[in-house]
């Protein structure tokens, strides 16, 4: 059974423009299981913690004033190698190089506005999820579905 989590984020410019459905879909569709889904006005402080490895970026003021500009929707999401396909639903990160048929090649055009976030390593998924809900997810499996999703 997979035990590999993820953090998904969709940023404050995908949830204004009312992207959260269409980015839960994609994860839905796939086959991968929400374990938590919350939408919250982020403090500057745990936005600097979450992107703590971009400090030294020049692009890192402008970040944290994108991220600060209105409420994120963070969910976890699990299933067999999340991280890596759950990146590869996200596209690159900059927009203008990702496929279409990706999240931010078929919604974005800038890096800046890139819609949503993805972990890009399992011990990174799981130092965010205790990040973003400091209270913990379910632990839970869809018991009855589990053979329509994995051999
Ligand atoms: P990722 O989100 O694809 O993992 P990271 O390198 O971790 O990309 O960067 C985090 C976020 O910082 C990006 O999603 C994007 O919003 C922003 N970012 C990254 N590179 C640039 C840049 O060159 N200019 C402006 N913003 C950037
Ligand atoms: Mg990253």
Sequence with gaps: MATERTYIMVKPDGVERGLVGEIVKRFENKGYQMLALQMIQPTKALLEEHYTDLKEKPFFPGLIKYM??????????????????????????NPLASN?????????????????????????????????????????NRAHVQNLIYE
């Design 68 to 93: 600060l500009a209105g409420p994120v929707v963070g969910m976890v999401w699990i299933g067999k190698d999340i991280v890596k396909v759950g990146r590869r639903l996200l596209g690159e990160t």
């Design 100 to 140: 279409p048929g990706t999240i931010r090649g078929d919604f974005g055009i800038d890096v800046g506005r890139n819609i949503c976030h993805g972990s890009d390593s399992p011990a990174n998924a799981e130092r965010e999820i205790s990040l973003w809900f400091p209270n913990g997810v379910v632990h839970w």
